[in-house]
């Protein structure tokens, strides 16, 4: 009785095994076709290469509000659109992207490529983690370094604001 489960094993592996003896020309042929198009495709020319520029920044100068910690605070100042528009402005993302900037969707189109190139995410020690990609690893790198002194400049800025904020509610009590 044990024996029937065994013999069909068997009975199948034989029967592939006469498949592929059948059409083994044919299969070769389909490899090597498969091997040489797969080079080719992945060959500059049809997708560029893309360099990472990575950075990790620990939100040191950064007090949090209310539950949020600084880390998720300097999260949302990170990804603040406020920074995205600087970057594309100073780093002329339309044509780097080759976005055409009169059509009317030419500002969603530039915030997609950059969303899919830009990723920002919060580490397990309580730091955040930038990577930016590019074609060009010198721009990666620069669009990765201008993210930072950007979100310094705006928690500066905040910081300020909630500051002056604080001082003007304590000069109309007096």
């Given at each position: 009785?044990?024996?029937?489960?065994?013999?069909?094993?068997?009975?199948?592996?034989?029967?592939?095994?006469?498949?592929?003896?059948?059409?083994?020309k044919?299969?070769?042929?389909?490899?090597?076709?498969?091997?040489?198009?797969?080079?080719?495709?992945?060959?500059?020319?049809?997708?560029?290469?893309?360099?990472?520029s990575?950075?990790?920044?620990?939100?040191?100068?950064?007090?949090?509000?209310?539950?949020?910690?600084?880390?998720?605070?300097?999260?949302?100042?990170l990804?603040?659109?406020?920074?995205?528009?600087?970057?594309?402005?100073?780093?002329?993302l339309?044509?780097h992207?080759?976005i055409?900037?009169?059509?009317?969707?030419?500002?969603?189109?530039?915030?997609k490529q950059?969303a899919?190139?830009?990723?920002?995410n919060?580490?397990d020690?309580?730091?955040?983690k930038?990577?930016?990609?590019?074609?060009?690893?010198?721009q990666?790198?620069?669009?990765?370094d201008?993210?930072?002194?950007?979100?310094?400049?705006?928690a500066?800025?905040?910081?300020?604001r909630?500051?002056?904020?604080s001082?003007?509610?304590?000069?109309?009590?007096i």
């Amino acid at each position: 009785m044990n024996n029937a489960p065994v013999y069909e094993e068997n009975f199948a592996s034989l029967s592939l095994i006469q498949l592929i003896k059948k059409w083994k020309k044919q299969l070769m042929i389909v490899a090597v076709i498969s091997i040489v198009l797969s080079f080719i495709f992945t060959l500059p020319f049809f997708i560029p290469p893309m360099f990472k520029s990575t950075a990790i920044v620990y939100p040191e100068n950064l007090s949090p509000y209310s539950t949020e910690s600084a880390t998720e605070q300097l999260l949302q100042l990170l990804e603040s659109d406020e920074i995205k528009m600087e970057l594309i402005k100073d780093f002329k993302l339309y044509a780097h992207y080759e976005i055409d900037s009169t059509k009317k969707t030419a500002l969603t189109t530039v915030f997609k490529q950059l969303a899919g190139n830009l990723s920002i995410n919060k580490t397990d020690y309580e730091s955040v983690k930038i990577e930016m990609m590019d074609t060009d690893p010198l721009q990666a790198k620069q669009m990765a370094d201008s993210i930072i002194e950007k979100g310094n400049r705006l928690a500066r800025k905040t910081l300020q604001r909630k500051n002056d904020g604080s001082l003007r509610g304590c000069q109309n009590t007096i």
